[in-house]
C-alpha cells in the first residue's frame, strides 16, 4: 500500500485547510485509517481514526475543529481542518492498516502498517 499525502501550507490562525492523502495499491475502506502529526522536538501524535466498524475518533485538543473523511470512489482520505492554531504546526502523517482494530488501539501509531510521507502545516499567529 503507498500513501500520498498533499494539502499541507502556511496559514493564519483561525483558518482551514483540508489535507488529502491518495492511496495505491489497497482499497481504502478494507482497514482502518487515521492521521498523526508530529511537532519539532516532539514525538509523533494521534489526530484522528476512521473505521467502517466504529464511530471516529479524535484527540481532544482537535475535537470540534478537525474532520476525517474518506470517499472510496478516488480512494483517497481527507483530514479538514478548521479554527487552526498555532499549536497545530507539525507535520502531519496519514497512516493505513489491513483489516480493524480494537477501538482502544486506534490511538496508536503501532496499529498501521502504511504511512504516508508528511505534509507539512504551519500556523502562523
Known amino acids: 500500500v503507498q500513501l500520498q499525502a498533499s494539502g499541507g501550507g502556511l496559514v493564519q490562525a483561525g483558518g482551514s485547510l483540508r489535507l488529502s492523502c491518495a492511496a495505491s495499491g489497497r482499497t481504502l475502506s478494507r482497514g482502518d485509517i487515521a492521521w498523526f502529526r508530529q511537532a519539532p522536538g516532539k514525538e509523533r501524535e494521534f489526530v484522528a481514526a476512521k473505521s467502517n466498524f466504529s464511530i471516529n475518533m479524535y484527540a481532544d485538543s482537535v475535537k470540534g475543529r478537525f474532520t476525517i473523511s474518506t470517499d472510496n470512489g478516488k480512494n483517497t482520505m481527507y483530514l479538514q481542518m478548521n479554527s487552526l492554531k498555532p499549536e497545530d504546526t507539525a507535520v502531519y502523517y496519514c497512516?493505513?492498516?489491513?483489516?480493524?482494530?480494537?477501538?482502544?488501539?486506534?490511538?496508536?501509531?503501532?496499529?498501521?502498517?502504511?504511512w504516508g510521507q508528511g505534509t507539512q502545516v504551519t500556523v502562523s499567529s
Open positions: 497512516a493505513t492498516r489491513d483489516g480493524r482494530i480494537i477501538t482502544s488501539y486506534r490511538n496508536r501509531a503501532e496499529a498501521y502498517a502504511y
